[in-house]
């Protein structure tokens, strides 16, 4: 396993870091993840197998790399749920903490919005802490919450 650092983008005092994660298995199969450091957590961003992973390897996955990942990149490992605003199980040790689906979820998604928004954070980053999604799917839920009424508009109608 090798981790080597992507890139890092500084905010103030606050700094979010990726990671370049590959896998490499004596068969031939190779795996290759991006991993999101921010605030000690840590999430798992994209994930790319060749051969294609199952179901039940992408769970595994998450084990595999959460050791070695968390000492390269010092990320404190945290149980789930610990993640500012996330609301895990507490019993799963995989690196997504369980998250509420349908308006419940989209209620919590604006939650964690506004409340970054008001520490003065990025309010996008704190919904991929908080769910353990990556940016592109923060964003759909974040969408979804605009839609459902939980948060405003982004752009005025004209």
Not at 7 to 29: I, M, N, P, S, Y
Not at 36 to 50: H, K, P, T, Y
Not at 130 to 155: E, K, N, P, Y
Request: neutral net charge; proline residues 5%; contains cysteine.
């Amino acid at each position: 396993m090798s981790v080597r650092p992507a890139w890092e983008v500084q905010e103030g005092a606050r700094a979010t870091r990726w990671f370049q994660v590959r896998l490499a298995f004596g068969d031939g199969a190779e795996v290759t993840a991006l991993a999101l450091v921010s605030d000690g957590c840590l999430s798992i961003e994209d994930v790319r197998a060749q051969p294609a992973l199952s179901l039940e390897d992408l769970t595994v996955l998450a084990d595999w790399l959460e050791e070695p990942l968390s000492e390269a990149c010092g990320a404190v490992r945290q149980p789930p749920g610990e993640c500012r605003g996330a609301q895990g199980s507490g019993g799963s040790r995989h690196a997504r903490p369980a998250w509420p689906l349908g308006v419940e979820g989209r209620r919590l998604i604006a939650e964690e919005y506004r409340a970054a928004q008001e520490e003065g954070l990025d309010p996008v980053l704190a919904v991929m802490c908080a769910t353990g999604h990556s940016r592109r799917r923060a964003l759909r839920l974040i969408a979804q919450a605009r839609d459902a009424g939980f948060l405003t508009a982004r752009h005025a109608r004209r």
